[in-house]
């Protein structure tokens, strides 16, 4: 009876094979067998009932090994059984003291056996020997040991699972273990037909054994195949994961084992599980089914006292256990999205960008330059752009520039000085500024220098979670990214804009730093107060409003849990229900580039304006499910609408800070019917519509009174003492602009 049995599948790798079985015939250790397994339409030659014409060239190769070294015997399976039926045919037909197996493109390092031979005769006949491999690309890169770490920390001599429950095989391919035969033989494990049979087979294997032990030196190199592992080829048969899975988890069930032993099993084969899950590319259809499935086995199966790991792998434990497909989707997409947005923030990561930004780090700060920005360079717009027109006002001496991305130079007003992000002017005056205003952040790679002043104007009143109030929501949690770096940025933040003390408690909690609060309101919303009638006209008329007609703003907010714009409303039927004289003007979210596009009638996309305050100017009313944009409109004290269809979903999957519809600001729809109903009846602007908006403006309308510019460019860029700055005037004395439908109706 020979030591050692290695069984070497050949489907496939007839051009390396050779290599293969030379790596064995010449170990120093010559007590062995060679088991290839040809792949093909016959048995190999020299087995009864071949006539040699249909050989596949593994089976030649092998043949002519059989020929020329009495230790090799090839056997036969047909390739359509797959590998674990080949390694099953091998394991038949062996007859060695231990098991081993290797791929027909590996190779088996020299003195491997001779080092298993010497390991073995320490620990004793023990029931598996795992042993370390070698990952080498294939063709240029570093090599890696992909099991070092996890055979780290086992005993030094036989050990039983239990001491090492951690290792339980199922991250460890067949070809990194030896296994004693009569242990296999006499528990009657075989490899499990399908995809992924590693799997299936370590952890029949780890719940099966009684002894093992290890070797820590690498005695298999495994080269990686250009065209990558079959295992990541999209298809249906990524779904057969789960059926290993199944069957590893239902024999671990049976062998009465301690949760203490199928914890660490448990969590191994579902980090599998959701790591499939989590790449669409792999599962090419039925995704929302793998999800269920493996649901449904997550629940029948997880041992009592399982505690779900920390971080994002605990929040996609939490999904799957609950069977929330959906929300797993979204985090998937917003991990990609927010992966793909971190690879597009400018950094100055090339030589001569790198140099010449420390360089310009290295000169003085000009206390007369000052750098605007928003939403991540979007354009000439929102409070950054209202602070940026009183500077230039009230101080004249300060130069300005406006970053904007490439492409959206033509938003800038003339005569306003700009630069493109990424551009080596971009990385000059971030670097030299005094005063950097931002409504989100600069870039990763900008760094806060001593005597500089950030101000952080914000983009909105908070309804929804921000910051680090997020970290419970899996969804929006995944597109935050690290809150780690998060809180590094807010750290560079000197004054933080807030236009009600309900924004000041959430910023405090969401963005915990040592910043200033400026409780000043938001320059944005100044025009609210400031706009005459005849600029209101003078919008409609840019924007296609037909003269006496009601204008509603349809304004829908984003969701986290959605992978593009979705208007949520049918529109066409909300113009027809509503009324004859009501038109209506789209604008999505600034996540998205467009609405519908162009005008349809009664429907007028306006999400290319660029200014959210002009089309607010020229509504009548606002239709809006979650938007902060209800915070901004609410200033003029028109009539405003909540079309709330899927408040629970968005209130459990993004998180918010108050209860809207406790506290709405009007009318509060659930259907499309009743939305169109409150228009049609004039209960939008009712008395009891007018109740409701007058209680959200005393509470969300605090500090916006028409003066807010001005007492950030006096407090931040003048330096004036906060007791020097105009204070806020009385939410009862405010004159919001007029409305269009007021003027028609005098």
């Not at 797993?328 to 960008?353: D, E, H, I, M, Q």
């Not at 928003?374 to 500077?391: E, M, S, T």
């Amino acid at each position: 009876m020979p030591r050692f049995s290695i069984i070497v599948p050949s489907h496939g790798v007839a051009g390396r094979l050779s290599q293969a079985l030379d790596s064995v015939l010449a170990q120093s250790f010559e007590d062995l067998e060679l088991i290839p397994v040809c792949d093909g339409d016959a048995p190999c030659p020299g087995e009864a009932g071949n006539s040699g014409e249909s050989e596949s060239p593994a089976a030649a190769v092998a043949a002519e090994y059989a020929g020329q070294d009495p230790r090799v015997s090839p056997v036969y399976s047909p390739p359509s059984a797959g590998l674990g039926a080949a390694r099953n045919t091998g394991v038949r037909a062996a007859k060695g003291t231990y098991l081993l197996f290797l791929d027909g493109d590996d190779i088996l390092l020299p003195g491997a056996l001779a080092a298993l031979d010497a390991r073995l005769a320490e620990t004793g006949d023990v029931d598996v020997l795992y042993f370390e491999h070698e990952r080498t690309p294939w063709w240029e890169g570093e090599p890696g040991n992909p099991a070092k770490p996890v055979l780290a920390g086992a005993p030094d001599g036989a050990f039983s699972p239990a001491a090492v429950p951690r290792l339980t095989g199922v991250r460890l391919p067949a070809w990194s273990a030896a296994y004693r035969r009569s242990f296999v033989a006499a528990n009657r494990l075989t490899f499990p037909e399908g995809h992924f049979t590693d799997v299936g087979w370590g952890g029949l294997v780890s719940v099966t054994a009684e002894r093992l032990a290890v070797l820590r030196s690498v005695l298999v190199r495994h080269r990686l195949r250009r065209q990558g592992s079959r295992l990541n080829v999209p298809g249906a048969q990524q779904h057969q994961l789960l059926d290993q899975v199944e069957l590893v988890l239902s024999r671990a069930g049976g062998q009465g084992l301690s949760g203490d032993r199928t914890g660490p099993l448990f969590d191994q084969l579902f980090a599998l599980v959701l790591r499939t899950a989590a790449r669409p590319e792999r599962l090419s259809t039925g995704r929302r089914a793998f999800f269920r499935r493996a649901g449904r086995l997550y629940r029948r199966h997880r041992p009592a006292g399982f505690r779900v790991p920390g971080g994002s792998p605990g929040l996609q434990h939490r999904l799957l256990a609950a069977g929330a497909y959906t929300a797993f989707a979204a985090l998937r997409a917003a991990n990609r999205s927010a992966a793909k947005a971190a690879a597009g923030v400018p950094r100055p990561r090339a030589a001569r960008t790198r140099l010449l930004y420390r360089a310009q780090l290295r000169r003085p700060l000009d206390a007369g330059l000052a750098v605007y920005c928003a939403y991540w360079g979007r354009g000439y717009v929102c409070n950054p752009a209202a602070i940026h027109a009183k500077a230039r006002e009230l101080a004249p001496h300060i130069r300005s520039v406006f970053l904007v991305e490439a492409g959206q130079e033509h938003t800038v007003p003339e005569g306003v000085e700009h630069a493109v992000i990424g551009s080596r002017r971009y990385w000059q005056v971030l670097a030299r500024a005094k005063y950097l205003v931002n409504n989100a952040n600069f870039a990763e790679g900008v760094v806060k220098r001593p005597g500089s002043v950030h101000l952080q104007t914000q983009h909105g009143t908070p309804l929804k979670k921000m910051g680090v109030d997020q970290s419970t929501y899996p969804v929006v949690a995944a597109r935050t990214g690290s809150f780690t770096k998060l809180l590094g940025r807010v750290d560079r933040w000197d004054f933080n804009l807030s236009s009600n003390r309900h924004s000041t408690r959430t910023w405090e909690r969401a963005f915990p730093g040592s910043y200033e609060m400026l409780e000043y309101g938001y320059p944005r919303n100044d025009v609210y107060y400031r706009a005459t009638a005849d600029d209101v006209a003078r919008v409609r008329r840019e924007l296609g409003v037909p003269e006496g007609r009601t204008a509603v703003l349809y304004a829908p907010t984003h969701r986290d849990h959605h992978t593009g714009f979705e208007t949520g409303l049918d529109l066409a039927a909300f113009c027809e229900a509503a009324g004859d004289d009501v038109v209506v003007l789209l604008r999505a979210h600034y996540f998205y580039d467009r609405g519908r596009g162009g005008s349809d009638g009664r429907i007028i996309d306006v999400t290319a304006h660029r200014s959210a305050e002009d089309v607010c100017l020229a509504a009548d009313a606002l239709v809006t499910d979650y938007s902060s944009i209800m915070f901004d409109y609410a200033n003029l004290d028109r009539p405003i609408v909540v079309y709330a269809d899927d408040w629970d979903v968005y209130r459990e999957t993004r998180g918010v800070c108050f209860d809207l519809m406790e506290a709405p600001p009007g009318p509060v729809a659930r259907t499309p019917e009743e939305l169109a109903r409150v228009f049609r009846d004039g209960g939008y602007a009712g008395p009891e519509s007018a109740a409701l908006r007058a209680a959200f403006r005393e509470r969300f309308c605090e500090f916006d009174d028409g003066l807010a510019a001005e007492r950030v460019v006096r407090r931040v860029l003048l330096g004036q003492p906060p007791e020097a700055v105009p204070p806020v005037i009385p939410l009862a004395e405010r004159v919001p602009a007029p409305a269009a439908a007021t003027l028609v109706r005098s």
